[in-house]
């Protein structure tokens, strides 16, 4: 599998931004993708997860009610809506993709990486 991420950018504190990342190489539905971000000098961490099939979503704590994941399997593409973005949002974020139906909460579970797109908010 193959994934393809994009929609990182400068934005102001209070702003919104929406992540894409679009798959090639399998069935889509069928597979969990995840979201993660990574600090300089810090290890990814785990953002947003939603699963194959019934598409159910799991959040970290700290972007909860401001982040929402959702899948348009027509598209292959899994979303990253962020909302009140915050400046300790700013991170590079990636998308990743699963072997199972699970979504992908833990980086040792993808199997695939989309290259890293940049998000930066200013105070």
């Known amino acids: 599998v193959q994934l393809q991420a994009s929609g990182g950018g400068l934005v102001q504190a209070g702003d919104s931004l929406r992540l894409s990342c679009v798959a090639s190489?399998?069935?889509?539905?069928?597979?969990?993708m995840g979201w993660f971000r990574q600090f300089p000098g810090k290890e990814r961490e785990f953002v947003a997860a939603?699963?194959?099939?019934?598409?159910?979503?799991f959040y970290r704590e700290s972007v909860k009610g401001r982040f929402t994941t959702f899948r348009d399997n027509a598209r292959d593409t899994v979303y990253l809506q962020m909302n009140d973005l915050k400046p300790e949002d700013t991170a590079v974020y990636y998308c990743?993709?699963?072997?199972?139906?699970?979504?992908?909460?833990?980086?040792?579970?993808?199997?695939?990486w989309g290259e890293g797109t940049l998000v930066t908010v200013s105070s």
């Open positions: 939603i699963s194959g099939g019934s598409g159910i979503s």
């Open positions: 990743a993709a699963g072997g199972s139906q699970a979504g992908v909460h833990s980086a040792s579970n993808a199997v695939a």
């Open positions: 190489g399998r069935t889509f539905s069928s597979y969990g």
